[in-house]
Nanobody
Framework: QVQLVESGGGLVQAGGSLRLSCAGSRVILSINTMGWYRQAPGKQRELVAIITIVGTTNYADSVKGRFTISRDNAKNTVTLQMNSLKPEDTAVYYC???????WGQGTQVTVSS
């Protein structure tokens, strides 16, 4: 049973933007700190950004000032707006519901130089 579904990945040139969305049930989003993680080939999965139930955010240093995480409780979604993308942002991006340890299936982001 898929409980988190990501969308919005794709191929973009360096300097471009992409918007990732994670859809889940109202129950899951209402009780979880939500996060976006990424995993590049040959590397460990790393935290990109998190947002708490009350909207407090935290970002990896590598994306600060370029990425913005937000949540829409009415639509039961968590969004990652990614601007000024760099080739090193290329990875599979995963949505996570921390408290329930739930993961989405991942969405590929590829940034060409």
């Amino acid at each position: 049973q898929v409980q988190l579904v990501e969308s919005g990945g794709g191929l973009v040139q360096a300097g471009g933007s992409l918007r990732l969305s994670c859809a889940g049930s109202r129950v899951i989003l209402s009780i979880n700190t939500m996060g976006w993680y990424r995993q590049a080939p040959g590397k460990q999965r790393e935290l990109v950004a998190i947002i708490t139930i009350v909207g407090t955010t935290n970002y990896a240093d590598s994306v600060k000032g370029r990425f913005t995480i937000s949540r829409d409780n009415a639509k039961n979604t968590v969004t990652l707006q990614m601007n000024s993308l760099k080739p090193e942002d290329t990875a599979v991006y995963y949505c996570n519901a921390r408290n329930n340890n739930l993961w989405g299936q991942g969405t590929q982001v590829t940034v060409s130089s």
